[in-house]
């Protein structure tokens, strides 16, 4: 054997114990609170910030690109090395593409994959998710309802939709300067990008992603306005080390609230009081309907301008993404799949019940 195929299987090997390392510390989510999401995480992510923070476009989808391409060409040089009989040029393409996706997966972990295995959000900001009743979810539905309602009279989203990348601009800075979770959320990297085309990443059903090998985060600027504000926020969550989806929904919720400009907190508003209108629907159909009757025809018009946008992309690729992600986010300690951004809406209401002091 050549010392380059032995250097390749000793990568291999190196990787594979590597991975196994990484699956023993993913059981511990008190040292990788401690050690990594608040020791290892806050100051690494200086790297890609200096490296890619400053670029304006995306690398992170050049990166995606790029490896795909390598994988394409070496699977069709292993298939066709295989069939002439080139067994140790087929081994080399075998090992290329075995070590590419093996080295991925480590640093896939290491560079921001470990946050999915941290504390809850809960106990970080001490919320009793337990117990919760439905009189409670619907005495805050209440307020979310006319919240919403409220909102959308004093604000106008058409007057937004030329100004998406200021909207952007103006979170990052607000996040930024946010102190809310200051305790257990890294600060060396707080901004986002567009996809470096909005159209084909809206084939994919994606209004927001973030990317765990550059650490960039990207918000879908062709979709309505009015749901750019809670995806922006919702993505920087991630970005500062928040790997669950309903976590970070719950972060952009809290985040929005706060804000002094209406059109950013009607869009927190909008999107958590749908998220607990379909809930609610899943357990009680008609009383879902009732409240849901309670919008306003204007809250009902941006619903319908958004399901109109995404209706015009839906197909067989959403539905591959959508299948490929639920897996995904099974894979990384949320067994709910996709289901799991609903989740969001026990950390509303266990929030909405400590702040009127009905729980401590």
Not at 24 to 51: C, D, H, M, Q, T
Not at 226 to 241: K, M, N, R, S, Y
Not at 325 to 333: A, F, P, R, V
Not at 337 to 357: F, N, P, Q, S, W
């Amino acid at each position: 054997m050549e010392k380059r195929d032995r250097i390749a299987g000793s990568t291999a090997v190196l990787l594979l114990i590597g991975i196994f390392l990484i699956s023993l510390i993913e059981k511990n989510s008190l040292w990788i609170e401690v050690f990594y999401a608040r020791g290892f995480y806050r100051f690494y992510s200086y790297v890609p910030r200096i490296i890619f923070g400053y670029i304006p476009f995306s690398l992170g989808d050049l990166f995606y690109v790029t490896v795909v391409i390598f994988l394409f060409y070496f699977a069709v040089k292993l298939i066709g090395n295989l069939w002439k009989g080139r067994w140790k040029a087929s081994f080399r393409s075998l090992m290329f593409i075995i070590n590419l996706i093996l080295g991925l997966y480590v640093f896939f972990y290491l560079s921001w994959g470990l946050n999915y295995y941290r504390k809850p959000i809960s106990t970080n900001v001490q919320l009793q998710v337990d117990s919760l009743k439905l009189a409670d979810y619907l005495v805050v539905l209440n307020g979310f309802l006319d919240s919403t309602n409220s909102l959308r009279e004093t604000v106008d989203p058409s007057q937004w939709e030329q100004h998406k990348n200021s909207i952007r601009e103006d979170l990052n800075k607000w996040v930024g300067q946010d102190t809310t979770f200051a305790d257990f959320l890294s600060r060396a990297h707080i901004g986002t990008k567009s996809p470096l085309n909005s159209r084909i990443v809206s084939l994919f059903g994606v209004s927001g992603y973030f990317n765990p090998f550059t650490h960039e985060a990207q918000v879908n600027t062709a979709m309505p306005a009015t749901f750019i504000p809670f995806t922006t926020v919702h993505e920087l969550a991630h970005q500062q080390g928040i790997g669950f989806e309903d976590e970070a929904n719950f972060i952009a919720f809290v985040r929005l609230e706060q804000h002094p400009q209406n059109f950013y907190r009607y869009s927190a508003y909008l999107q958590t009081t749908l998220y607990m209108l379909r809930e609610l629907k899943g357990m009680y159909p008609d009383l879902g309907k009732d409240y849901k009757g309670r919008l306003s025809a204007k809250v009902l018009n941006d619903m319908e301008k958004e399901r109109y946008f995404w209706s015009q992309y839906t197909g067989w690729v959403d539905d591959v993404m959508g299948i490929f992600y639920n897996q995904y986010l099974k894979h990384n300690n949320q067994q709910e799949g996709i289901a799991r951004y609903d989740r969001m809406t026990r950390l509303v209401l266990a929030y909405e019940l400590k702040k009127r002091g009905c729980r401590e």
